[in-house]
């Protein structure tokens, strides 16, 4: 999809409590998912991917879901940190030629102490 | 390990003039990229190589700008001349192409570059 420009969707969450990352991808042939957090001046980082023939995965407080009847990807963290704060992407990668790997627009994180 | 290297990290140029970023990927790794961040958007692919050579190109504004990597290691981006609208951050990455690891790109620091 397009980005939004300037206007970042915003997930403010309490310390402690879980957050949930919503993400909507368009490319039904690709063949994994991936979520990135980019903190404030860094590159981003990984945090977890998915293939295409799983609906869920979990990691070490995440846990990402796949639903591809309504091609939707989320990404939920367990009791959330200060830590956490930041911008969320996820991507797709489409297996062509190559790899091809397509960002969305992000949401940003904030944590509430 | 060291980390995906980028330099330099800001770079302040006036319209027209012409600039240079420099990348070097994680030892061994095939598969470099050039993204452009625009603030508040995702990361935008510019070129992919494997090894030296390009296998995505399709979003480079080629009028301007070029990159190149001729040894399969560094890599140099470049703008000539820059526009107003190049402002970004410009970030490289690297990935392995081994398997399911492959899904895992290093992200460098990336260049803020500011077009006045």
């Known amino acids: 999809g397009e980005s939004v420009g300037l206007h970042l969707p915003t997930l403010s969450v309490q310390e402690g409590d879980n957050s949930i990352i919503n993400c909507a991808y368009s490319?039904?042939?690709?063949?994994?998912f991936i979520w990135y957090k980019q903190e404030s001046g860094k590159g981003p980082q990984f945090i977890i991917d998915?293939?295409?023939?799983?609906d869920k995965r979990q990691g070490q407080r995440v846990t990402v879901l796949l639903n591809k009847t309504v091609k939707h990807l989320s990404l939920q963290i367990a009791a959330t940190q200060p830590g956490d704060s930041a911008v969320y992407f996820c991507?797709?990668?489409?297996?062509?030629?190559?790899?091809?790997?397509?960002f969305g627009p992000g949401t940003s994180l904030s944590v509430i102490p | 390990e060291a980390g995906v290297a980028q330099s330099p990290r800001y770079k302040i140029i006036e319209k027209r003039q012409s600039v240079a970023f420099w990348c070097n990927p994680i030892?061994?790794?095939?598969?470099l990229y050039w993204y452009q961040q625009i603030l508040g958007q995702g990361p935008k692919l510019l070129i992919q190589?494997?090894?030296?050579?390009?296998?995505?190109d399709s979003q480079l504004p080629k009028d301007r700008f070029s990159a190149e990597r001729l040894k399969g290691v560094d890599s140099t981006l470049k703008i000539q001349p820059a526009k107003l609208e190049d402002s970004a951050v410009y970030l490289c990455?690297?990935?392995?192409?081994?398997?399911?690891?492959?899904?895992?790109?290093?992200f460098g620091p990336g260049t803020r570059l500011t077009v006045l």
């Open positions: 030892s061994g790794h095939a598969t």
């Open positions: 990455a690297s990935v392995t192409t081994d398997g399911d690891s492959g899904n895992e790109q290093f």
């Open positions: 490319n039904s042939a690709s063949d994994y």
């Open positions: 998915i293939r295409s023939n799983m």
């Open positions: 991507a797709e990668k489409v297996k062509t030629s190559y790899d091809k790997v397509i």
């Open positions: 190589f494997q090894n030296n050579g390009v296998v995505d």
